[in-house]
């Protein structure tokens, strides 16, 4: 059985850092890419990171280049996001699954469409 579990998240001011955490079991990281999705409020889920299984390549979306770095600990099984300058936009509800394979090709999306995990919030106020 898949299964998620995110922390890291808080309350940061803008220009702060952060690292989100996501220990998965069901799978190995050798096997699935991964991917760091984020829910704005009011918005739908948004694929911010990703990493492949393959080759190591790397997504990222356009407002977090430069800021965020997706990495993995595979003796954890554990997904980090290193969140740096954070913005204000950078706020909402982040979570992590397995993601298409197509990273190297740019594209940063769920492999399956399951009901997400509990995620962990991210704010970011002065």
């Given amino acids: ?16 850092s952060l690292r989100l955490s996501c220990v998965a079991s069901g799978f190995t990281l050798d096997s699935y890419a991964v991917g760091w999705f984020r829910q704005a409020p009011g918005k739908e889920h948004e694929g911010v990171s990703c990493l492949s299984a393959s080759d190591g390549s790397t997504y990222y979306a356009d407002s977090v280049k430069g800021r965020f770095t997706i990495s993995r600990d595979k003796a954890k099984n554990t997904i980090f996001l290193q969140i740096n300058s954070v913005k204000p936009e950078d706020t909402g509800v982040y979570h992590c699954a397995q ?28």
């Fill in 99 to 126: 993601a298409s394979p197509r990273v190297h090709r740019g594209v940063c999306a769920p492999l399956f469409s399951a009901p997400w995990g509990q995620g962990t919030q991210v704010t970011i106020s002065s």
């Fill in 1 to 16: 059985q898949l299964q998620f579990v995110e922390s890291g998240g808080g309350l940061v001011q803008p220009g702060g």
